[in-house]
C-alpha cells in the first residue's frame, strides 16, 4: 500500500515546540516535493510550507516564516517539520502530500498531489 504516514502531533503550550514527521511507505520521496497543509475545524485548508528534493528549495508561508523548518532525511524516506514559538493560531490538523518532478515555490499549494498523509492533530493552548 503506498501511503504517507504522519506522526508528532499533540498538546503544546504557547511558546512551545513539536516536529511532524511525514514518512512515505511504498515509494521514495526522490525527486518530488513534500508539502505541509492545516486545517482549523470550520476553517479552509491552508498551505503551511513545502521542500523539493531535486534543488532543496524550501517554501514558507508568511504566518509560519522563522519559527518553523522543514528538512528531509532521505535515509528514512521522511521529512520533518520543526515548529518553533507555536502560537493559539496555529492550531490545525496538519497534512503532509506528495508532489512527483515539481520545484517548491510559493505557488505549492495549487499543484496536484497524489498522496496524502492522514493528518496529526497539533493543539497548542495554554
Known amino acids: 500500500q503506498l501511503q504517507l504516514v504522519e506522526s508528532g502531533g499533540g498538546l503544546v503550550q504557547p511558546g512551545g515546540s513539536l516536529t511532524l514527521s511525514c514518512t512515505a511507505q511504498?515509494?521514495?520521496?526522490?525527486?518530488?516535493?513534500i508539502g505541509w497543509f492545516r486545517q482549523a475545524p470550520g476553517k479552509e485548508r491552508e498551505g503551511v510550507s513545502c521542500?523539493?528534493?531535486?534543488?532543496?528549495?524550501?517554501y514558507y508561508v508568511q504566518s509560519v516564516e522563522g519559527r518553523f523548518t522543514v528538512s528531509r532525511d532521505n535515509a528514512k524516506n521522511t521529512v520533518h517539520l520543526q515548529m518553533n514559538s507555536l502560537k493559539p493560531e496555529d492550531t490545525a490538523v496538519y497534512y503532509c502530500?506528495?508532489?512527483?518532478?515539481?520545484?517548491?515555490?510559493?505557488?505549492?499549494?495549487?499543484?496536484?498531489?497524489?498522496?496524502w498523509g492522514q493528518g496529526t492533530q497539533v493543539t497548542v493552548a495554554s
Open positions: 502530500a506528495f508532489e512527483p518532478a515539481a520545484i517548491c515555490s510559493r505557488n505549492f499549494i495549487y499543484l496536484r498531489y497524489d498522496y
Open positions: 511504498g515509494f521514495t520521496l526522490d525527486s518530488a516535493i
Open positions: 521542500i523539493s528534493d531535486i534543488d532543496s528549495s524550501t
